[in-house]
């Protein structure tokens, strides 16, 4: 079994009334086309179409499972999605910051170089 590893390519953040699809595409854009396919977990909120073929053109591989309402529904690793859950724990992780948790800080620049912070120091604790 592949050990778990807690790793954040880039973060962004997105305004609070938008849909995060969006911003979550541009983050793949960041990243570039991958070397060799790397499964993507994200939830049904950015099981659109637009998302997964970007993150097919880029060597993702999307598990994700279909809306129940789809009309053409794909398949889909759901041992891997089940893994999941590991991303939200990250994110529970990273607000144990009560600086991050209840985001003190009015200026989009200062919140995002507190979370970057508190990776900084996840990652030295976890050395």
Known sequence: MAANVEIA??????AGQCHDAPQGRILMETGGTQD???PLLMDR???DDLTRFTGQMLKFEPAVPPKTNRK????YD???YKR???VER?????QDCRRIFCRFDKLDCMYIGFIK???IFRAIKRA
Do not use: G, Q
Request: net charge negative; proline share 3%; hydrophobic share 50%.
């Open 78 to 80: 759901k041992e891997l």
């Open 9 to 14: 390519v880039e973060v962004t953040l997105s």
């Open 84 to 86: 999941r859950n590991e």
């Open 36 to 38: 060799e396919i790397i």
């Open 45 to 47: 909120a950015y099981e």
């Open 117 to 119: 912070l508190a990776l």
């Open 72 to 75: 053409t529904p794909w398949d």
């Open 90 to 94: 990250f994110f529970r992780l990273i």
